[in-house]
């Protein structure tokens, strides 16, 4: 079956560390896509990529950074520059069709100590 | 840019009770999704609709797109029902706007 596949579902990690999670899709989709949760607060956009080798910054794009080098894979580093890493981190894709055609990860709950 | 608002923000049932979950948002769309966030879990996936109705088991989903309204209801509650109950509509770009959640707590 088709789906995303986002690892590790818990991650730690020590303060001044880059780390990066991983996003997988085998849905043939063109267009991927990473949130963050805070703790009571709403998802929000970090990067998205609608093609291979292009992505553009979301709303929080700051101390994150993406690659989109195969179209199965958008993996996001969250850097030592990003200030609070620690939250849960949503990765989507889409077929472009509209909110009818996403499909979402399960997310990984970072943890920076 | 698609504003969303979920109502309540925390939802306290006593086990078997009837619960209603409202979602609002100000552009027209055409389809939007309910999500389920377990506490310290990932996120499922509930229902895509862009229209009318859709049932899974005891949970219900209804759209009215003229109001700009959309409803989670679950019948017959019960504690594994506990969770964050996300909507999501579409933004420019073929992007997600996220409502901000309603925590619902089910008491046995």
């Known amino acids: 079956d088709g789906g995303i596949t986002q690892s590790p579902k818990y991650l730690f990690r020590k303060e001044g560390q880059n780390v990066t999670l991983s996003c997988e899709q085998n849905?043939?989709?063109?267009?991927m896509y990473w949130y963050r949760q805070d703790p009571g607060q709403g998802l929000r956009l970090i990067y998205y990529?609608?093609?291979?080798?292009?992505?553009q910054k979301g709303d929080i794009a700051e101390g994150y950074s993406v690659s989109r080098e195969k179209k199965e894979s958008f993996p996001l580093t969250v850097t030592s520059a990003q200030k609070n890493p620690t939250a849960f981190y949503l990765c989507?894709?889409?077929?472009?069709?509209?909110?009818?055609?996403?499909?979402f990860g399960s997310g990984t709950r970072l943890t920076v100590v | 840019k698609n504003e969303v608002e979920q109502s309540p923000q925390n939802l306290t049932a006593q086990e078997g009770e009837f619960i209603t979950i409202n979602c609002s948002y100000s552009?027209?769309?055409?389809?939007l999704h309910w999500l389920q966030q377990h506490p310290g879990g990932g996120i499922v996936s509930l229902f895509m609709?862009?229209?009318g109705k859709k049932k899974h088991g005891r949970l219900i989903a209804t759209i009215n797109i003229q109001e700009k309204h959309s409803s989670l209801h679950i019948t017959a509650s019960h504690p594994r029902d506990s969770a964050v109950y996300i909507c999501a509509v579409p933004a420019a770009g073929n992007k997600l706007t996220f409502g901000g959640g309603t925590r619902v707590l089910v008491k046995p």
């Open positions: 849905l043939n989709h063109d267009a």
């Open positions: 989507a894709s889409s077929d472009g069709q509209g909110a009818g055609g996403y499909t």
């Open positions: 552009v027209g769309i055409s389809a």
């Open positions: 990529s609608q093609i291979v080798n292009d992505f």
């Open positions: 609709l862009s229209s």
